[in-house]
Structure formats: C-alpha cells, structure tokens
C-alpha cells in the first residue's frame, strides 16, 4: 500500500520492549526483534525492517478512513521518545 523511513532511535531496544508490551495490551499481534518484524490488528497490516540509520516500515492495510500522513506523523511521534 505504502512504505516510508523514520530516523533509528537511539535507544532500539527499549523501542522494541516498550512496543512489544503496547502491542499485547492492546491485542496487536507483533512478531518481530530488533532487524525485522510485522504487525496486525485495527485493521492495520505492516511490516518493518532495521536499516543502519532509519526503520523502513511497509504499511500493507489500513482503514480507508484514516489518511496516509495521520499514520506517519503518529509513528515519527511516538517513535520520537526514543
């Protein structure tokens, strides 16, 4: 559907923990590590990969009501504490 990059946080790994515990309080199936991964739920589908500098994230499904720019803009920000 549509890809994008956020900037690597410094702090990956307690991004991935953080996600992990946010994902199962909220029933979102999140498989992954610190390299590479998916999540599911919401009607949401994506995918992610680590690069060296940035996360490359693969959104697959979305609801149609919500826009492209809304889901960018809360990853940047969420991602953004880290």
Excluded: C, W
Excluded at 17 to 35: H, Q
Excluded at 57 to 67: A, F, M, N, Q, T
């Amino acid at each position: 559907m549509f890809s994008f990059e956020v900037s690597r946080p410094k702090d990956i790994s307690a991004m991935f923990n953080d996600l992990k515990d946010e994902a199962r309080k909220n029933n979102i199936r999140f498989d992954g590590n610190e390299t590479a991964g998916s999540a599911t739920g919401f009607g949401f589908e994506g995918q992610y990969t680590v690069l060296q500098n940035s996360i490359k994230i693969d959104v697959l499904k979305k609801p149609l009501i919500i826009p492209q720019k809304t889901i960018v803009e809360k990853t940047k920000e969420y991602l953004s504490k880290y």
